[in-house]
């Protein structure tokens, strides 16, 4: 019988832990290299729809994000100025009749630490900054930046956007800067007398820019992010302080009720909005990616994590049925993958247009649309997104070794590097 095989994953994030926790529950062979001093999330909201809620339940895991998660009652779209409802389609219950699980929000924190405690102490290794990959047909090899290096027979690059990994198998490409900004901050909801701040999912959509809000942390705190067009700023990082003035001068104009919420937060944190155009492959010798390192995308449609979270199970569920032909279960795993994930990068950049709309007309349009939507047999989201909410990754069909010999034969023959 094969050896079961031994997989290192660079970067303990969402995506990371998820296939970290996905393989280990097959009884595979792991270790996550991060390169914080500890496994964390910062201090923001992440919302979980459907599809990312089935995978969790696959892993056994859905009892412990309901705790610490939250189910809205509607998702309400509004207007910018007088906070009019554009959309109200109920969510809970709903969601789980007709795409087969609830959408939950979460703190990411939450959330990161239902996983790190999926797995023992000793699979992490912290204040591992990976530098460089190398690989070949029959092993992966990541260095590091205190000079200490690990072999593998896979390496799986989970190290967020500014992948070393990607760089070091693709070769350097810069992301895309999408020219535009957004703030975050959290609430105690009990800060607001009762009725002021909505339990529903929320979206507010002006020209330039839209905020949304929702309940984590079962309901007692407020997740707010603000998103506006804007080149004035283009760092990007999770933990950038910014002045609350910011804020509230970008959104002076905007519904009082919501600038109640949004300038009641102790700390703001802001950063620039950047994706990467699809790659073409992820996987080179026995190294791969997952998450954004694979394909970092716009938050506009809520899929970059829950992306993250379908690839970690898919790559372990192709592993742990291949086990003895570890390049072809990569390649069969890009190929389960990589339709799907262009398909969110690209309708996240569409979405993100029709979101910050600036004529009076074409706003009345998509206000109609959404207002009708799901009334009208369209999905039951009313932003249109049923598809990706209906997907379920354990039910997707187990590759089979013919599938896989035949997509060898067709790398074989291609003229990609
Ligand atoms: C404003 C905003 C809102 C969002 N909201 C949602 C949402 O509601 N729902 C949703 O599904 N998605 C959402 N996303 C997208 C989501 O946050 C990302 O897609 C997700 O965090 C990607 O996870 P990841 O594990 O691939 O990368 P990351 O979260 O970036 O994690 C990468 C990890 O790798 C580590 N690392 C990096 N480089 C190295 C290295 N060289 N060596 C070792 N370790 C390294 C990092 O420290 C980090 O721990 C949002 C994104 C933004 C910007």
């Known amino acids: 019988m094969a050896r079961k095989p031994r997989i290192a994953i660079i970067g303990g994030g969402i995506g990371g832990l998820t296939a970290a926790v996905a393989l280990h529950r097959r009884g595979i062979e792991i270790e996550v ?19 990312a809620i089935k995978a969790y339940r696959a892993l056994a895991l859905e009892a412990e994000l309901t705790a610490i998660g939250f189910e809205a009652d509607y998702q309400v779209v509004r207007n910018w100025d007088n906070g009019s409802v554009i959309s109200r389609v109920p969510r809970k219950g709903i969601y789980t009749r007709e795409f087969g699980a609830p959408y939950l929000t979460m703190h990411r924190a939450d959330l990161v630490e239902v996983l790190r405690r999926q797995l023992p102490d000793r ?5 591992s900054r990976c530098i ?23 390496v799986v690059g989970a190290d967020g956007i500014h992948s ?19 703030w975050r901050g959290l609430v105690p909801l009990d800060a607001f007398p009762p009725g002021v701040i909505s339990s529903d999912g929320t979206m507010y959509l002006g020209p330039r820019s839209h905020v949304i809000h929702y309940l984590v942390r079962g309901g007692q705190l407020v997740n707010f992010v603000a998103h506006v067009e804007s080149d004035a700023w283009t760092g990007e990082s999770w ?4 002045e609350r ?3 509230m001068e970008t959104y002076a104009a905007w519904y009082e009720p919501l600038l109640r919420l949004l300038g009641s937060a102790d700390r703001y944190y802001k950063w620039a909005l950047y994706d990467r155009n699809p790659l073409d492959r992820w ?22 994590a829950c992306m993250a979270i379908e690839d970690g199970y898919i790559l372990a569920a192709v592993l742990a049925q291949i086990p003895d032909d570890l390049g072809g279960a990569l390649a069969h795993y890009e190929r389960l993958r990589m339709p799907r994930t262009r398909r969110a990068i690209l309708d996240a950049r569409a979405r993100g247009q029709e979101m910050h709309l600036t004529s009076r007309w074409a706003q009345l349009k998509r206000n109609v649309k959404m207002a009708l939507h799901h009334r009208l047999g369209g999905d039951k989201t009313g932003i249109q997104l049923g598809s990706f909410y209906a997907y379920d990754v354990a039910a997707d069909p187990p590759p089979s070794l013919a599938q896989v010999s035949s997509v060898k034969t067709r790398r074989a023959g291609s003229s990609r590097p």
């Open 283 to 304: 996987s080179k010798g026995r190294a791969t990616l997952v998450g954004d390192s694979a394909h970092a995308m716009l938050p506009y449609i809520g899929q970059g």
């Open 33 to 51: 290299f991060e390169q914080s001093a500890k496994i964390g999330e910062i201090g923001a909201g992440l919302a979980l729809t459907p599809n």
């Open 245 to 247: 003035s910011e804020v």
């Open 239 to 242: 933990t950038q302080e910014c």
């Open 123 to 127: 699979v992490f290794h912290l204040d």
């Open 164 to 182: 070393v990994v990607r760089r070091s198998l693709f070769g350097p490409e810069a992301p895309r800067f999408t020219g535009c900004v957004c």
């Open 132 to 154: 460089e990959i190398e690989t070949s047909d029959k092993w992966a090899r990541a260095r590091f930046a205190d000079g200490s290096e690990t072999e593998a027979d896979i």
